[in-house]
């Protein structure tokens, strides 16, 4: 019993447990996953996978096509969603936590489930499904988590700026252009992140809003897993990492913080 | 002024209407028993019934359980291991350990979905553990944990750090002051984590898909996309989904009511 005290007692290496646990099931996967890219079938060294992603056009249009739709997907988010984060934020308009909690509510269900629903709505209205409905489709989908990062920022922005701002004479528009929006960047910059690689990498959510017409870079990725092409599939995977680490590395410093993840939901 | 918070207000309620319309149209075809979502056949509550009556729905069934029981057993690991970890974090000293914590801690939540799925799949693989109830679990708890860690965090760097020392200086033993003093202080971080993770594993799907092997083995998401693949849903989940999601709904509201309620007691 002493002995379990004293170890409880070092507080300090309390982390090691989890640490361990992360290198076996954080750390370790990446790098199997990166040694795979660089192997074939037999194990053997080999810079075929990359070779290939270049030459196979399919690949390569997928992901240009892909970065397309997530940036015409973010900047839909950003303009709808940035309207309604200030408002909420706004407490001579929003008196109530719980329609920012109605807001952020459909985060948490189920991603198929809301694209099925997506879906059966354009069935009903007659609407056909293509590349219009993926991308109002998208835009369901993400809208949430843009507007919950710029609402975190602006709800906790001091009023005291742009009250100056006032003071001084800035009509609402510049106090706007001036001083609330350059303050609340680092919540857009978090809100890209969690819209902007989640609409390159997701699979399913393509395939079911177009009848699999369309494919997005995860669907190829899934595709080729599936098929039992593990070698190329984890250098799609790979090439999709290197771009998330890419975009973290522009947005990460600003949006530090503010990334909260549903954390702040709930 | 007056017409600018109507105008404020309509744009945040025809969003949200617009945000739920797809949720909506589920639940209200469930109280109709046309198997094609969007026919209207008159009013009935069939549907709920016949998902309700023993035998009938084998497989639909167990995949609830399986995502309720996983779910229930991630994040139960991920908070106690999630918890251990960041009392850990909190109180070392190397900076270099802490920060390694932090980043390996962060990868989860970065990282893309599909990665996470494929990279633990690789694990697996190479390992050569075949998949299954485990492997799931397992690839759970790893996207779990780093939400816990994260709600547990900030509630330790809240706290009276002598409060620890003076229990110590009364003569409590560790493990008691730990369980008298800290966990009372972190605790509403704790069920945050919990119930983070307890939604993120229910909903999941991208990391699931990867990591469940071959032996049937079905949760809610990856029944309902296999079921969607086959073309149409089965008229069933109409229901099922319209209890998921009230349920969420009113777990939510209540949740966000309490602790407001809390928040302003202090």
Redesign the interface.
């Known amino acids: 019993m002493s002995r379990?005290?004293s170890i409880?007692?070092r507080?300090?290496?309390?982390?090691?447990?989890?640490?361990i646990?992360?290198?076996f099931?954080?750390?370790?996967?990446?790098v199997?996953?990166v040694w795979?890219a660089f192997t074939d079938a037999q194990g053997h060294l080999t810079f075929y996978n990359i070779a290939e992603f270049f030459q196979e056009s399919e690949a390569v249009n997928t992901l240009v096509y892909s970065v397309g739709i997530a940036i015409i997907n973010t900047a839909l988010c950003i303009l709808?969603g940035y309207?309604?984060a200030y408002?909420?934020s706004?407490s001579?308009?929003?008196k109530s936590?719980?329609?920012v909690?109605?807001?952020l509510?459909?985060m948490?269900?189920?991603?198929?489930?809301?694209t099925?629903?997506?879906v059966?709505?354009f069935?009903?209205m007659k609407i056909p499904l293509g590349q219009g409905t993926l991308i109002f489709g998208m835009v369901?989908n993400y809208?949430?988590f843009m507007i919950l990062p710029i609402y975190n920022v602006l709800a906790k922005l001091d009023k005291s700026y742009s009250e100056a701002a006032q003071d001084l004479g800035a009509s609402p528009v510049r106090v706007f252009l001036k001083v609330t929006l350059p303050l609340s960047v680092p919540g857009i910059l978090s809100g890209v992140?969690m819209v902007f690689?989640?609409t390159?990498?997701?699979?399913?959510i393509a395939e079911?809003l177009t009848m699999n017409n369309i494919k997005l870079f995860?669907t190829i990725?899934?595709e080729n897993?599936n098929n039992g092409m593990?070698n190329y599939?984890?250098m799609l995977?790979m090439i999709?990492?290197v771009f998330?680490v890419i975009m973290?590395l522009i947005t990460g410093d600003q949006s530090e913080n503010t990334?909260?993840?549903?954390?702040g939901?709930? | 002024m007056k017409a600018k918070?109507i105008f404020?207000?309509s744009?945040?309620y025809i969003?949200?209407f617009v945000?739920?319309?797809?949720?909506f149209?589920?639940a209200i075809?469930s109280f109709t028993e046309a198997k094609v979502?969007?026919n209207w056949t008159g009013f009935s509550t069939h549907l709920y019934s016949s998902l309700f009556t023993p035998g009938t729905h084998v497989g639909l069934m167990k995949a609830v359980e399986n995502t309720l029981l996983i779910g229930v057993i991630a994040s139960t690991a991920a908070t106690l291991?999630?918890t251990?970890?960041a009392?850990?974090?909190f109180?070392?000293?190397?900076k270099f350990?802490k920060g390694?914590?932090n980043t390996?801690?962060n990868?989860?939540?970065?990282?893309?979905?599909?990665?996470?799925g494929?990279?633990?799949?690789?694990?697996f693989?190479?390992l050569g553990v075949s998949q299954g109830y485990v492997t799931l679990t397992?690839?759970h708890?790893?996207f779990c944990?780093p939400?816990v860690?994260?709600?547990v965090l900030p509630r330790l760097q809240q706290m009276n750090p002598y409060l620890y020392e003076a229990a110590l200086d009364l003569g409590a033993?560790?493990?008691k002051a730990?369980r008298k003093v800290v966990i009372p202080e972190i605790a509403p971080g704790m069920a945050?984590g919990f119930?983070?993770s307890f939604?993120?594993s229910?909903?999941d799907?991208?990391i699931t898909?990867?990591n469940l092997g071959n032996k049937g083995l079905e949760t809610?998401?990856t029944y309902?996309?296999a079921d969607?693949r086959k073309g149409g849903?089965t008229p069933e989940l109409r229901p099922l989904?319209t209890i998921?999601?009230i349920v969420?709904?009113v777990l939510?509201?209540f949740?966000?009511?309490w602790t407001?309620k809390k928040t302003q007691k202090k």
Do not use: C, H
């Open positions: 379990l005290s409880i007692g507080r300090s290496s309390w982390g090691v447990p989890y640490f646990f992360m290198l099931f954080v750390l370790a996967p990446l199997i996953m795979y709808i309207p309604a408002f909420l706004n001579k308009i929003n936590s719980i329609l909690v109605l807001f509510l459909p948490l269900i189920n991603v198929l489930v809301r099925l629903a997506t059966a709505l069935g009903w369901y809208l949430p992140m690689m989640p390159i990498s997701t699979f399913a079911l995860g990725i899934q897993i593990w599939g984890a995977s999709m990492l998330i973290n990334n909260s993840g549903v954390g939901l709930i | 918070y404020a207000r744009y945040l969003l949200l945000l739920y319309a797809p949720i149209v589920i075809f979502l969007g291991l999630g251990i970890a009392i850990g974090i109180n070392t000293r190397n350990f390694a914590m390996l801690n990868i989860p939540l970065l990282n893309a979905d599909i990665i996470t494929v990279s633990l799949f690789l694990l693989v190479s397992l690839a708890i790893t944990t939400y860690v994260l709600s033993p560790p493990f730990l945050s119930m983070l939604l993120l229910i909903d799907f991208e898909i990867f809610l998401s309902i996309y969607s849903l989904l998921f999601f969420v709904l939510l509201v949740y966000n009511l407001l």
